[in-house]
């Protein structure tokens, strides 16, 4: 048991010493990020900056949102009206008065075209499928492994 728990606080440990979290800085109200030390890794320079899901963190820059990996680069660069977070690979994204689905890396997995989109049921992500809303209805639409 004791070197079950030694293993399980060693991977704790392991996982919490690469996670940045996000910080505000009240000197040029701006958000940066810092690793769990307290070593600044992002330069406050975000609008907002949020927490980590999926191995990204949105942000917003001049009233615009995109994202950062954990490395703190601009993996997708700020251009959505707003975002969501990853779940099962994708992140729902609002662009204009649309919306639609993004991967990890920015690639529109199904483009702004709908009314509505979201993806709180994270199952149906992992299974290929989304909420989206045309026509004044909400529906699930399969997409293609991404």
């Given at each position: 048991m004791k070197i079950f728990l030694l293993i399980f606080m060693?991977?704790?440990?392991t996982l919490l010493k690469g996670q940045m979290v996000p910080f505000y800085s009240a000197a040029?109200?701006?958000?940066g990020y810092k690793d769990a030390k307290g070593v600044v890794i992002v330069a406050p320079k975000y609008d907002l900056a949020y927490t980590?899901?999926?191995e990204r963190a949105a942000v917003r820059l001049?009233?615009?949102?995109?994202?950062?990996?954990?490395?703190?680069?601009?993996?997708?660069?700020p251009k959505y009206?707003?975002?969501?977070?990853?779940?099962?690979?994708?992140?729902?994204?609002?662009l204009g008065d649309k919306y639609g689905?993004?991967?990890?890396?920015?690639?529109e997995v199904v483009p702004p075209i709908y009314e509505n989109g979201y993806n709180y049921h994270g199952a149906c992500c992992y299974k290929g499928?989304?909420?989206?809303?045309?026509?004044?209805?909400?529906?699930?639409i399969k997409i293609a492994k991404f």
């Open positions: 060693l991977l704790c440990g040029n109200d701006k958000y980590f899901d999926e001049n009233g615009k949102y995109g994202y950062v990996d954990q490395k703190g680069k601009e993996i997708i660069a009206d707003n975002t969501w977070k990853f779940i099962g690979g994708l992140a729902a994204v609002k689905f993004i991967d990890k890396n920015g690639r499928q989304i909420h989206v809303k045309e026509n004044g209805k909400w529906k699930i």
